[in-house]
């Protein structure tokens, strides 16, 4: 018998109402932890988007969503492959590069994959009139020219504005994301099965920390055929100079594609930016939520548990406690109450992060092993302070309440 | 001499006026003793006792128990105090509901530096002077009244007191239970050699003291009566 082994048949007897305890802060904690995962992958591709740029302009259908530039594309409504060559034929100025794409998600065995069409480079290339108007990066050098210190005073590097640029890919090719090849047990020179088609998998892609992952490249052609949507793409990406961004080439490029959304990465970072600060706000607001709500709560609690236990805490105080020894034993048992509602906060923040991060925010969200120390902390914090007045009361009972009933 | 107080006096302030719970009560206690205090109902039992244990502030007068001065003292070095030299025995056994018996007996145990088996080897031979070893793991509620203040009187002694006090122990108890209970008592006070300081209206109670208080009115009525022999 001693102190610990005291409060925690006490904590162990009245368990029934530990949930009324610690509903508060346990949701609270929850509710941070949630958020604080969610946002951290956000900033995260945030970050991983202004590395590495594939294209900085993304022409999508009317109807399309843009709240996410690397999820902007899947399974939006389409637009006709044609618009290539209306861009390049209306020969705007700091147009460098088009990349078309076409993207649905479809089941391989039981995983969900993105997949997504590509025209793989040296095709690209292959199409004269691109050439002439210098569709390509590496040669066009020229007519972006102004452009370049404007692009490095952004921290953009030329070479890392691209995507993995793909030199060549085979109707029979295809490229796999490093999450799903894991998911499928794919490696490099091995083959799978895509819409009842054998593919043999030419490149397993580097981790990206976004959907790139859990993408499948095939050649554009491709794609349209098995997916049976021909001639249409979801999206296509230019690479555009900043100053010619800057110079209203989107406003020009809206002039020839009146049926589109042009939008920059950009705009969609800055977003993400806006709505990564957001939640950030959100999260503080409920700090301090709870450190109100929590802190009353778990003290509310405290106090009609020390209430219930008057001639108890009388008694010990008679027998010889002297108020140290009752103010620790208030406050490990707020110390108990802390570490159980951080764990569980963490938990149920976890996993609620874990579900509705992909709705919400369009990524896949990871537990933070970090965010737990976190919320024991914020957890323990304010059931310790929230225990103080209670713990402080429990120390003035009379100690010979139990002498004087009769 | 264990205890000695000299001209105790302690007034209530009560919004009806002020109580003269005690008025002048001077004696004194040779160790060994069994000392029954009787008196009517409000004459002031209680209050002494609250008092000897510094459980509330007297209004004047001083109170001594081996040498320690309790009218004094602070409210830490009272709970030192009580917690080495004072077992308390209560009518209403004031056991706690959640600990099995022999929890109950080790609590004053839970502050002491004493090894986990330590404390409960010693329980356990408590248990066995007042005869509930294999009632140990029992829960106070499964256990008879009788069976419950023999379980206060195991925790009082846990922590080797030199004085024990006690309010109206047989209160609720039948009188054959009330006559085990003072039987143990006396034991106690004879091969323990603890010395008792018993509240009873019970005169059948009384008689087992060997020096008796009576109280009126919050003053001692006799002298004190018996012979202050050491055991
Ligand atoms: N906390 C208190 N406030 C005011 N008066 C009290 C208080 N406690 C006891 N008294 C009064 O002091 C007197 C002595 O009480 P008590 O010592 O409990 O008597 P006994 O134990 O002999 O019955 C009684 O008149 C009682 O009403
Ligand atoms: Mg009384």
């Known amino acids: 018998m001693n102190i610990r082994k005291l409060v925690w048949l006490e904590f162990k007897q009245h368990k029934s109402q530990l949930i009324s305890g610690l509903l508060a802060i346990t949701l609270g904690i929850a509710v941070i932890v949630g958020i604080r995962s969610i946002s951290v992958v956000s900033e995260k591709a945030v970050a991983v988007n202004l590395d590495n740029l594939g294209a900085n302009i993304l022409v999508l259908p009317q109807a399309s969503n843009v709240d996410n530039y690397y999820s902007a594309d899947i399974d939006s409504p389409t637009i006709p492959e044609e618009y290539v060559e209306r861009i390049v034929s209306s020969n705007l100025e700091g147009v460098d590069n088009l990349s078309p794409k076409l993207t649905r998600r479809v089941k391989i065995g039981n995983e969900n994959v993105v997949l997504t069409g590509i025209l793989p480079k040296n095709e690209v290339a292959s199409k004269p009139l691109w050439q002439k108007s210098g569709l390509l990066g590496n040669e066009t050098k020229a007519s972006c020219a102004p452009s370049n210190t404007a692009n490095k005073s952004n921290g953009y590097e030329d070479e890392k504005l691209k995507r993995k640029v793909i030199d060549s890919l085979g109707t029979n090719e295809c490229l796999v994301g490093s999450a799903i090849a894991s998911k499928l047990k794919l490696s490099d020179g091995g083959k799978v099965e895509i819409l009842g088609e054998k593919f043999k998998v030419t490149r397993v892609l580097t981790e990206t920390g976004t959907i790139d992952d859990d993408r499948i490249f095939i050649h554009l052609h491709r794609a349209q055929e098995l997916l049976k949507i021909p001639n249409q793409v979801s999206a296509i990406e230019i690479m555009g100079c900043c100053n010619a961004i800057s110079d209203g080439l989107l406003s020009k490029l809206r002039n020839v594609l009146p049926d589109t959304k042009i939008t920059t990465i950009g705009q969609i970072v800055s977003t993400q930016i806006q709505t990564n600060k957001m939640m950030n706000k959100v999260s503080l607001i409920f700090l301090i939520i709870i450190i109100f709500v929590g802190g009353i709560s778990i003290g509310n609690f405290m106090w009609a548990n020390i209430n219930e236990r008057r001639k108890e805490i009388g008694m010990l105080r008679m027998i010889g406690f002297n108020k140290t020894v009752i103010y620790r034993m208030i406050l490990s048992k707020a110390l108990v109450l802390g570490i159980i509602g951080g764990i569980v906060g963490y938990f149920l923040g976890t996993l609620a992060g874990m579900w509705l991060g992909p709705q919400l925010a369009g990524l896949p969200v990871k537990p933070i092993a970090s965010l737990m120390g976190v919320s024991l902390a914020i957890s323990v914090g304010v059931s310790l302070l929230g225990a103080l007045i209670p713990s402080y009361l429990a120390g003035r009972i009379d100690p010979f309440k139990n002498m004087q009933e009769v | ?231």
């Open chain 2, 1 to 231: 001499m264990i205890l000695k107080t000299t001209n105790l006096s302690k007034k209530y302030q009560h919004k009806d006026g002020v109580v003269n719970a005690l008025n002048n009560v001077s004696f004194e206690v040779n160790e060994g003793d069994f000392v029954t205090i009787t008196g009517a109902s409000g004459s002031g039992k209680t209050t002494l006792l609250l008092s000897l244990a510094g459980l509330i502030k007297t209004t004047s007068g001083q109170i001594q128990i081996n040498g320690f001065e309790v009218t004094t003292a602070s409210d830490r070095k009272l709970s030192d105090f009580r917690m080495m030299h004072i077992g308390f025995v209560m009518q209403s056994f004031a056991l706690i509901p959640y600990l099995t018996a022999i929890e109950n007996v080790m609590l004053p145990l839970a502050i002491s530096k004493l090894k986990k088996n330590q404390k409960y080897e010693k329980a356990l031979d408590l248990l066995k002077l007042v005869g509930l070893e294999n009632r140990k793991n029992h829960l106070p509620q499964e256990l008879s009244a009788g069976q419950q203040q023999r379980v206060a009187i195991a925790r009082a002694l846990v922590n080797s007191p030199s004085l024990i006090l006690a309010d109206e122990p047989t209160g609720n108890l039948d009188p054959s239970l009330s006559t085990d209970i003072l039987n143990l008592l006396k034991k106690i006070n004879r091969e323990e050699k603890i010395t008792i300081l018993m509240v009873t209206h019970s005169p059948l109670a009384a008689e087992f003291g060997n020096l008796k208080i009576k109280l009126s009115e919050g003053e001692l009525e006799n002298e004190p009566k018996g012979h202050n022999n050491k055991i």
